[in-house]
């Protein structure tokens, strides 16, 4: 059992760098969430798709664009990468947005 | 004033102790109580989940949510050192609203 697979694991960007972080589930879960970890800051929400075809904001958003591919998979992207960004992602899925989240194991993205 | 609140530690303890892990959470509306696992490096996972008050037992695990306070516990009975790793503790308030603490870093000596 997969779960929750994301790739890259780990990135090393020059600042204005783009990239994009590809996530993908195989639960057929309806939900899916792009977090970041930052010591002493626990889990922030960057953006979330309740389903297929929608996406919203969450606490952390700019800086990021999301797309929702279809319904296993769900990419961040960072069009211009700044130091700032530079973090544990962690991607995640949920049968519905109020139901458990399984988390996959995160790419660490040091920008330079 | 943070949704959740979780004190990051560091928590050092000798293996078979009992351990107690706590939140405190600001809003009333928040129905669903987490405890996560995030061992290093790895992606956090979940241990306990319940919606009421009250305690929920899983082996050696309690969770307990006492609503009147906004208080939430975690307690490791016989802690061993594979129980080391940082423990969050997540409240879902509503739609799409899963709030994390900051997670406890617990060290078990053994």
């Known amino acids: 059992n997969a779960g929750v697979t994301q790739t890259p694991k780990f990135q090393v960007l020059k600042t204005g760098q783009s990239m994009t972080l590809q996530c993908a589930q195989d639960m057929n879960h309806n939900s899916m969430y792009w977090y970041r970890q930052d010591p002493g800051m626990g889990l922030r929400l960057i953006y979330y798709s309740a389903s297929e075809g929608t996406t919203d904001k969450g606490e952390v958003p700019n800086g990021y664009n999301v797309s929702r591919l279809n319904k296993r998979e769900f990419s961040l992207r960072l069009e211009s990468a700044a130091p700032s960004q530079t973090s544990v992602y962690f991607c995640?899925?949920?049968?519905?947005?109020?139901?458990?989240?399984?988390f996959g194991a995160g790419t660490r993205l040091s920008v330079l | 004033q943070k949704e959740v609140e979780q004190d990051p530690g560091p928590l050092s303890v000798p293996e078979g102790a009992i351990v107690s892990l706590n939140c405190t959470y600001s809003?009333?509306?928040?129905?669903?109580f987490m405890w996560y696992r995030q061992y290093s490096r790895k992606g956090p996972e979940l241990l306990m989940y319940?919606?009421?008050?009250g305690n929920k037992e899983d082996g050696r695990f309690t969770a307990q949510v006492d609503k009147s306070s906004k208080y939430i516990s975690l307690f490791i009975r016989d802690s061993q050192p594979s129980d080391s790793a940082t423990y969050l503790c997540?409240?879902?308030?509503?739609?799409?609203?899963?709030?994390f603490g900051q997670g406890t870093r617990l060290t078990i000596n053994p």
């Open positions: 997540a409240i879902i308030q509503g739609a799409q609203k899963l709030v």
């Open positions: 319940t919606y009421s008050s």
């Open positions: 995640a899925s949920s049968e519905g947005t109020n139901d458990i989240q399984y």
């Open positions: 809003n009333s509306a928040f129905q669903y």
